[in-house]
């Protein structure tokens, strides 16, 4: 590949593809939310940190005109993760997600370009819940179109740029300032990876016609959030969710694995130097 898309370039799994492509000299148009004007202070910190790099560009997701110019000049793929996976509440309204989504779609239909889409294991539940139903409405809409697709359904991801909400970040960073940690929320724990692991996967699928359709991306591993609450010595703070599956579809056990307390560490080791960005 040598120019993709990627539609929530700062979301949790977006930053890091956008990082995994641009150490492969590939170039990206990315696009999201955050505007020079309302920005936060962690995507005004990633933003900080890749643009200065020649391959990429950002544009608000809201400019039209942004939209002709890619319109305009296909890509070889395009990604789309403009939602994070492990949200359990507070999406962004459906019919401003689906609007863009349907534009991605349409661009990749008239340019016969594989559409990548990063969705939630939680799809597959019996049980309802805000991220399912979110998920879902995505997947429809992806499966409406006439082009070639992969959507790549996740459990929990961890690693450095965790989202605020997620129970590991919650518990380093409590850690960090030596305080009790009350955590805000559980978590689905039938399953974990590594989020540039995840990426790395992603990358090497991008314009790969055989892995078409809906796909789990499964470790293989068992009780692997689990483990991890030990290793952060919180045995007694588990408040995930372990929930019966509904649907069945193919899992890819994922080849590479980094380490569980080697990439914890390096969560830790982010949280700790982005702490400022984290308080307040």
């Not at 400019?63 to 507070?90: K, T």
């Not at 991801?157 to 960073?173: A, C, D, E, N, S």
């Not at 789990?216 to 591993?221: A, M, P, R, V, Y």
């Not at 694995?257 to 080791?269: I, R, S, W, Y």
Request: charge should be negative.
């Amino acid at each position: 590949m040598n120019r993709v898309l990627i539609i929530g370039a700062l979301t949790f799994v977006g930053y890091h593809l956008v990082n995994k492509m641009l150490a492969e000299d590939i170039e990206v148009y990315g696009m999201d939310f955050a505007d020079f004007e309302n920005i936060s202070k962690i995507e005004e910190e990633k933003l900080m940190l890749i643009g200065r790099n020649a391959l990429f560009t950002y544009s608000d997701i809201r400019d039209d005109r942004e939209w002709h110019e890619i319109e305009n000049n296909p890509f070889d793929a395009a990604y789309f993760c403009l939602c994070e996976p492990n949200q359990n509440a507070g999406f962004r309204k459906e019919q401003v997600i689906l609007q863009y989504l349907k534009r991605v779609t349409h661009m990749c239909e008239a340019n016969e370009v594989k559409l990548n889409v990063v969705s939630s294991i939680e799809v597959g539940n019996r049980n309802e819940s805000e991220n399912k139903r979110m998920f879902m409405k995505i997947e429809e809409e992806v499966k409406k179109g006439d082009l070639s697709y992969s959507i790549f359904r996740v459990p929990t991801l961890y690693g450095p740029w965790q989202p605020t909400f997620m129970i590991y970040h919650q518990l380093m960073l409590s850690e960090i300032n030596e305080q009790e940690c009350e955590l805000t929320s559980t978590e689905n724990r039938c399953d974990l990876l590594y989020v540039e692991d995840v990426c790395e996967y992603l990358l090497e699928k991008g314009t790969d016609i055989e892995n078409i359709g809906v796909y789990n991306l499964i470790s293989g591993k068992r009780k692997l959030w689990e483990k991890g609450m030990h290793l952060l010595n919180a045995n007694d703070k588990m408040k995930g969710r372990v929930e019966e599956k509904q649907e069945t579809f193919a899992n890819i056990c994922m080849e590479k694995h980094t380490p569980l307390e080697f990439g914890l560490n390096k969560q830790f080791a982010h949280v700790k130097k982005y702490k400022r960005l984290y308080e307040g």
